[in-house]
């Protein structure tokens, strides 16, 4: 439903789908300007309305009156500490403490450390192992409870960080393993989101200050801030984080399907 929105989107991958995706509401809002899809863009930035499976969504782009620009920022769903200090025992591993955030999905998040690993340096295949691993056993010993949908209760995957949440002016740098032991290749918006959610609900940040989160994988950069203490959401004390950063055109593509076509529906190989 697109009712007070600019449009609405579903965002896929290999295992099936998120209810949210930071980058690509940064990909979204620039789209949505550059195809004529709101009606009265405004310079120099003009706020996008996007109706996500989380709820409503707001980017915010940068408009020159012909082509959008970067970065881009977004206000998500409220975002909230699901719970904090979680002992959890992974197969492998032994038993590691985890944070659950929510930030438009559900994560864990814990130290690399605790799993043997750097997330700046070690192996990217051992890093999506241990993080897949506790994601499975989050997931077994675990029950997430969502004040708005049942729908969104479930876990999306698990962030490793280097463990550097306190406030501070240098980078900090985590990695996103979800899906099917899919790797982000962004600092991941939605985690990030829900990662401010837990720093603010610890002490750690204040609103309004401006943290920067870089991926292990590629390098990229999103900064982040909690911009307002939000009213109860449900029995969590939640937050409205804002997100920035940059999205690029790399194509476009057109899905065709033919009645007679065996295999419209679509094939996975693997």
């Not at 620039?30 to 499976?53: I, K, Q, S, W």
């Not at 197969?91 to 690993?117: M, R």
Request: hydrophobic share 40%.
């Amino acid at each position: 439903a697109t009712a007070g929105a600019d449009l609405a989107a579903l965002f896929l991958h290999g295992a099936g789908y998120s209810a949210m995706c930071g980058h690509a509401v940064l990909a979204l809002g620039r789209f949505a300007l550059d195809y004529g899809l709101v009606a009265d863009p405004r310079r120099p930035e003009t706020a996008v309305r996007l109706r996500c499976p989380c709820g409503p969504v707001t980017a915010f782009v940068p408009w020159d009156g012909h082509r959008s620009g970067n970065p881009v920022r977004f206000h998500s769903v409220p975002a909230f500490a699901a719970t904090t200090d979680v002992a959890v025992d992974v197969p492998g591993h032994g038993k590691v403490v985890v944070d659950i955030g929510y930030g438009g999905t559900f994560y864990a998040f814990l130290n690399a450390e605790q799993l043997g690993l750097d997330v700046c340096s070690s192996k990217t295949r051992d890093l999506v192992h241990a993080a897949s691993a506790v994601t499975e056993a989050v997931k077994k010993q675990f029950k997430l409870h969502h004040p708005e949908s049942e729908d969104l209760a479930f876990l999306y995957g698990t962030i490793l960080t280097d463990g550097k949440d306190a406030f501070s002016e240098e980078p900090t740098t985590n990695i996103c393993v979800f899906a099917d032991e899919q790797v982000d290749r962004s600092p991941t918006g939605s985690g990030v989101t829900a990662r401010i959610a837990l720093q603010y609900h610890k002490g750690l940040i204040q609103l309004n200050q401006t943290r920067t989160f870089r991926s292990s994988t590629t390098g990229s950069l999103f900064t982040g801030k909690p911009v307002k203490a939000s009213a109860k959401f449900g029995d969590y004390n939640a937050v409205v984080v804002e997100v920035s950063g940059e999205a690029f055109y790399t194509g476009t593509a057109t899905f065709t399907v033919e009645e007679e076509d065996p295999l419209k529906y679509g094939f996975s190989f693997k």
